[in-house]
């Protein structure tokens, strides 16, 4: 499992794990991201899709479609 290094100014060898990671990421957004990048590569195709849509989000929503 790999380790991400988080900066903190009161702890500065501060190690999370990735699941500990993306738990704290959803309990500060209150889980309103979808998306989890687990990788880079990943990171960088979300990053792709925010500037792709202008939107400042990763997905655009489509909202209710009319069915006659």
Do not use: C
Not at 54 to 60: A, C, D, E, I, S
Request: aromatic share 12%.
């Amino acid at each position: 499992m790999q380790r991400v290094v988080v900066q903190d100014p009161s702890e500065p060898d501060l190690t999370v794990q990735d699941n500990s990671t993306i738990l704290i990421h959803k309990y500060i957004n209150r889980s309103k991201e979808k998306r989890i990048a687990w990788n880079t590569y990943q990171w960088h195709l979300m990053e792709r899709d925010r500037w792709v849509f202008g939107t400042n989000r990763y997905f655009k929503s489509k909202g209710l479609v009319n069915i006659d």
